[in-house]
């Protein structure tokens, strides 16, 4: 496993808990969100555990069944880390990337 990749793990439970947590703040199931969004709610729990890799559509459905703006997915100071902390951690995994990687991650950011 490259480094990059351990962070990209990373990154991926955060998103998955920041999710979670959206999702029970709207008192929603993992099984309605998921048949909103036109996904199985099996996919759905390996999103919000960080180990299955959504789509930028999936992301963006997700988005839209809980009525908030796709970038609020990945505020992840509401899971206890500062801006400044999240800044870091991206700026360290990207260091750590090959450059496909690092291509492919910036294709994503500017696609947001």
């Known amino acids: 496993m490259t480094l990059c990749y351990k962070s990209l793990m990373d ?3 955060l998103l998955g808990a920041r999710i979670k947590q959206l999702r029970k703040k709207r008192h929603l199931t993992q099984e309605g969100l998921a048949e909103v969004c036109g996904i199985h709610y099996k996919f759905l729990g390996g999103i ?5 890799n959504p789509t930028l559509a ?3 459905k997700i988005a839209r069944a809980m009525n908030v703006p796709l970038a609020e997915l990945f505020k992840y100071e ?3 880390l500062s801006p400044s902390q999240v800044r ?3 700026a360290v995994g990207i260091k750590r990337c090959e450059d496909a990687e690092a291509l492919w991650l910036y294709r994503v950011y500017r696609s947001l």
């Open 58 to 60: 999936v992301l963006r």
């Open 78 to 80: 509401f899971l206890g």
């Open 48 to 52: 919000e555990r960080g180990s299955a």
């Open 11 to 13: 990154e991926a439970r």
């Open 88 to 90: 870091k951690r991206l």
